[in-house]
């Protein structure tokens, strides 16, 4: 355990400055002045610069679209415009095979020569500057991003607009961040203020970037950090209406109210996307792992997944490109039967092989797609509904489950359609989807590439018990005292015979002829005194501390160890607020961990019985 006291020249030591008498302690506030929350008003400071990354974001999204939109019309049909067109309609041929083969070969030179952190999802990437970069992204990885996913996307790529966005909006947002004098956790909000802004300026879903910010980005549900991540999502959402129009992004005319039989059905819709969500992560990281075996650089390995959408797009031009058009055919139910069967197989065969070969897109439209056309064949097999209906629960369940953020997915779905009548039944297939694939997988899509690099992501939220529990709970109160007169080698004589009551004490208060509390002797200050030359004459409250750090009952257990590790020590007495000097109880690591210990059987110990027959433990 660390000491305070391995400083010889600790005002305690022998041969230090002489024994003083102080106490660090909390400041003494009333006892009702623990809060539901821990923000401040550093909130403001926060959602101030929220505001001009939704406004950069909304910009930037704006500048994506634009450019995709460019390089189709260029690649696929010789003008340069603007004007949001599918590749499906190109009349090359053969010919079109070669385009998402030059996309791939630019895609590659980028990563090799630019970066290679632009290579991916977004969401991974986005993932990984969170948890080992402290929230900092390269400038050049804003403006590679964005540019090598158009370049992907327009030459046919069968991905969304979803995955870079969310990585350069969060790149825009860690850059803003950067200018400041802002801590990890502030560059994080802001990192992710972006991500989210960028995905409700693309998509008009303001209500699920938010929440696709808390399932999948934050780590946490704290204030500090939602509300800045709402502003930036309110402000980029407001600015799509002028720069690229209102949504719903894919109206639909709305169902009537569903039955009973309806959500019984959707379980089984869930389901099957549920293990479709299985297969589809399985299927991408089999291709990624075929591409590492190949004698070649990974520079070209676009090149080779630029192949397999172009041969795909010869097949089936629907899986080119991000596939909006397909997306409304899907929802207004105008695709169903073989075409179903055609374009859920190929989309998902090709997305694979260009995803594992470590382009740059998204996966959120691709998921859209195949969950759609998987619902939708099996709307043929369904007595109720319409292929539209199932084409929209079982995406919202693909998406659910693949990316396993199923209230994500629902919100997001509603907002795209704007057919609330359905929420009841996409609530039910994206959790049962979630369900599934949580207990068939270790890891979801996103986290999976995570965890190939080395790090590991839990993707559950809980209180931590030293948010909730008093120090008062778990303190030693049985504290073992010995007095301020007795000598080190009185002390180190009754360790030395075993003496049960300071066995294994790597601490041990000390208290005057009254019994309050005057200081407190450690294992390290007992040794060193020992060996310091007339030591074992000393008095244990010379050889020990006088200026302690207390604890008070009455507080949380956080801030006890937050000021055991400010001050790096491992032990605390505990004091009476009003009275520093009456000792109360004692907490070491025992103490700490009996917070731990109490999750641990909620979690794992099983009982039965009334209340009667367990109370509560005496707090």
Same mark, same amino acid.
């Given at each position: 355990?660390?000491?305070?006291?391995?400083?010889?020249?600790?005002?305690?030591?022998?041969?230090?400055?002489?024994?003083?008498?102080?106490?660090?302690?909390?400041?003494?506030?009333?006892?009702?002045?623990?809060?539901?929350?821990?923000?401040?008003?550093?909130?403001?400071?926060?959602?101030?610069?929220?505001?001009?990354?939704?406004?950069?974001?909304?910009?930037?999204?704006?500048?994506?679209?634009?450019?995709?939109?460019?390089?189709?019309?260029?690649?696929?049909?010789?003008?340069?415009?603007?004007?949001?067109?599918?590749?499906?309609?190109?009349?090359?041929?053969?010919?079109?095979?070669?385009?998402?083969?030059?996309?791939?070969?630019?895609?590659?030179?980028?990563?090799?020569?630019?970066?290679?952190?632009?290579?991916?999802?977004?969401?991974?990437?986005?993932?990984?500057?969170?948890?080992?970069?402290?929230?900092?992204?390269?400038?050049?990885?804003?403006?590679?991003?964005?540019?090598?996913?158009?370049?992907?996307?327009?030459?046919?790529?069968?991905?969304?607009?979803?995955?870079?966005?969310?990585?350069?909006?969060?790149?825009?947002?860690?850059?803003?961040?950067?200018?400041?004098?802002?801590?990890?956790?502030?560059?994080?909000?802001? =990192?992710? /203020? $972006?991500?989210? @802004? %960028?995905?409700? +300026?693309?998509?008009?879903?303001? #209500?699920? &970037? *938010?929440?696709?910010? !808390?399932?999948?980005?934050?780590?946490?549900?704290?204030?500090?950090?939602?509300?800045?991540?709402?502003?930036?999502?309110?402000?980029?959402?407001?600015?799509?209406?002028?720069?690229?129009?209102?949504?719903?992004?894919?109206?639909?005319?709305?169902?009537?109210?569903?039955?009973?039989?309806?959500?019984?059905?959707?379980?089984?819709?869930?389901?099957?996307?549920?293990?479709?969500?299985?297969?589809?992560?399985?299927?991408?990281?089999?291709?990624?792992?075929?591409?590492?075996?190949?004698?070649?650089?990974?520079?070209?390995?676009?090149?080779?997944?630029?192949?397999?959408?172009?041969?795909?797009?010869?097949?089936?031009?629907?899986?080119?490109?991000?596939?909006?058009?397909?997306?409304?055919? =899907?929802? /207004? $139910?105008?695709? @169903? %039967?073989?075409? +179903?069967?055609?374009?859920?197989? #190929?989309? &998902? *065969?090709?997305?694979? !092989?260009?995803?594992?070969?470590?382009?740059?897109?998204?996966?959120?439209?691709?998921?859209?797609?195949?969950?759609?056309?998987?619902?939708?064949?099996?709307?043929?097999?369904?007595?109720?509904?319409?292929?539209?209906?199932?084409?929209?629960?079982?995406?919202?369940?693909?998406?659910?489950?693949?990316?396993?953020?199923?209230?994500?997915?629902?919100?997001?779905?509603?907002?795209?359609?704007?057919?609330?009548?359905?929420?009841?039944?996409?609530?039910?297939?994206?959790?049962?989807?979630?369900?599934?694939?949580?207990?068939?997988?270790?890891?979801?899509?996103?986290?999976?590439?995570?965890?190939?690099?080395?790090?590991?992501?839990?993707?559950?939220?809980?209180?931590?018990?030293?948010?909730?529990?008093?120090? $008062?709970?778990?303190?030693?109160?049985?504290?073992?005292?010995?007095?301020?007169?007795?000598? *080190?080698?009185?002390?180190?004589?009754?360790?030395?015979?075993?003496?049960?009551?300071?066995?294994?004490?790597?601490?041990?208060?000390?208290?005057?002829?009254?019994?309050?509390?005057?200081?407190?002797?450690?294992?390290?200050?007992?040794?060193?005194?020992?060996?310091?030359?007339?030591?074992?004459?000393?008095?244990?409250?010379?050889?020990?501390?006088?200026?302690?750090?207390?604890?008070?009952?009455?507080?949380?257990?956080?801030?006890?160890?937050?000021?055991?590790?400010?001050?790096?020590?491992?032990?605390?007495?505990?004091?009476?607020?009003?009275?520093?000097?009456?000792?109360?109880?004692?907490?070491?690591?025992?103490?700490?961990?009996?917070?731990?210990?109490?999750?641990?059987?909620?979690?794992?110990?099983?009982?039965?019985?009334?209340?009667?027959?367990?109370?509560?433990?005496?707090?």
């Amino acid at each position: 355990m660390t000491e305070i006291d391995e400083d010889p020249s600790h005002p305690t030591r022998p041969g230090g400055r002489g024994p003083t008498t102080a106490t660090t302690a909390p400041p003494l506030l009333p006892r009702d002045e623990l809060a539901d929350f821990s923000t401040d008003r550093r909130v403001l400071v926060l959602s101030g610069m929220a505001v001009a990354i939704g406004v950069a974001a909304a910009l930037v999204a704006y500048a994506l679209v634009w450019l995709i939109a460019v390089i189709t019309n260029l690649a696929y049909y010789q003008t340069f415009s603007s004007h949001f067109v599918s590749p499906a309609g190109n009349r090359l041929g053969f010919w079109a095979v070669l385009i998402p083969v030059v996309g791939g070969l630019v895609i590659g030179l980028m990563a090799r020569y630019g970066s290679e952190k632009i290579r991916g999802h977004g969401i991974p990437e986005a993932l990984e500057a969170i948890l080992i970069g402290r929230s900092r992204v390269e400038p050049r990885v804003a403006v590679l991003k964005p540019i090598s996913s158009a370049i992907s996307i327009g030459t046919g790529g069968p991905f969304g607009a979803e995955g870079p966005i969310i990585m350069t909006g969060g790149a825009v947002g860690s850059l803003i961040a950067q200018l400041f004098h802002l801590s990890s956790a502030e560059r994080k909000t802001l =990192l992710v /203020a $972006g991500a989210a @802004a %960028g995905m409700a +300026a693309i998509f008009a879903t303001p #209500l699920a &970037a *938010v929440l696709l910010a !808390v399932e999948l980005l934050l780590f946490e549900w704290k204030p500090r950090s939602f509300i800045p991540v709402a502003v930036a999502s309110v402000i980029a959402a407001v600015l799509r209406v002028p720069l690229l129009g209102a949504g719903p992004i894919f109206p639909v005319p709305g169902h009537a109210p569903l039955g009973v039989g309806t959500l019984a059905i959707a379980v089984a819709v869930g389901l099957a996307a549920g293990l479709a969500s299985g297969l589809l992560t399985t299927l991408v990281y089999a291709f990624e792992d075929l591409f590492t075996k190949l004698p070649v650089h990974w520079m070209w390995w676009p090149i080779l997944g630029g192949l397999a959408v172009g041969l795909g797009g010869l097949l089936d031009p629907r899986v080119l490109g991000v596939g909006y058009d397909t997306i409304q055919d =899907l929802l /207004a $139910g105008h695709l @169903a %039967g073989f075409s +179903a069967v055609s374009l859920l197989i #190929l989309k &998902a *065969v090709v997305w694979s !092989v260009a995803l594992g070969s470590g382009t740059s897109g998204g996966v959120l439209a691709p998921l859209l797609i195949m969950g759609g056309a998987l619902g939708a064949l099996e709307s043929s097999l369904i007595p109720v509904g319409d292929a539209g209906l199932w084409a929209t629960v079982s995406m919202a369940a693909m998406m659910g489950g693949t990316m396993r953020s199923p209230l994500t997915a629902i919100l997001f779905t509603v907002e795209l359609t704007h057919d609330w009548n359905l929420l009841p039944a996409l609530l039910v297939g994206a959790v049962v989807a979630h369900g599934a694939t949580v207990l068939l997988l270790r890891r979801s899509i996103l986290t999976e590439k995570v965890a190939r690099h080395g790090h590991h992501l839990v993707r559950e939220y809980s209180v931590d018990p030293f948010e909730v529990h008093r120090v $008062g709970e778990v303190m030693d109160r049985g504290v073992v005292t010995i007095p301020a007169t007795m000598t *080190v080698a009185d002390l180190s004589a009754r360790i030395a015979a075993g003496d049960p009551a300071l066995t294994g004490r790597q601490g041990i208060p000390i208290v005057d002829e009254g019994g309050e509390l005057v200081g407190i002797i450690t294992r390290s200050d007992l040794m060193r005194a020992m060996e310091a030359e007339g030591g074992r004459e000393a008095t244990v409250l010379a050889a020990g501390t006088r200026d302690l750090v207390v604890g008070y009952p009455d507080e949380l257990i956080r801030d006890a160890v937050s000021r055991m590790l400010g001050h790096d020590i491992g032990r605390l007495p505990i004091v009476d607020r009003h009275d520093h000097r009456r000792l109360l109880g004692y907490l070491g690591r025992a103490g700490v961990m009996r917070a731990r210990v109490r999750i641990y059987e909620e979690e794992n110990l099983r009982e039965r019985g009334s209340a009667k027959e367990h109370p509560e433990p005496h707090q």
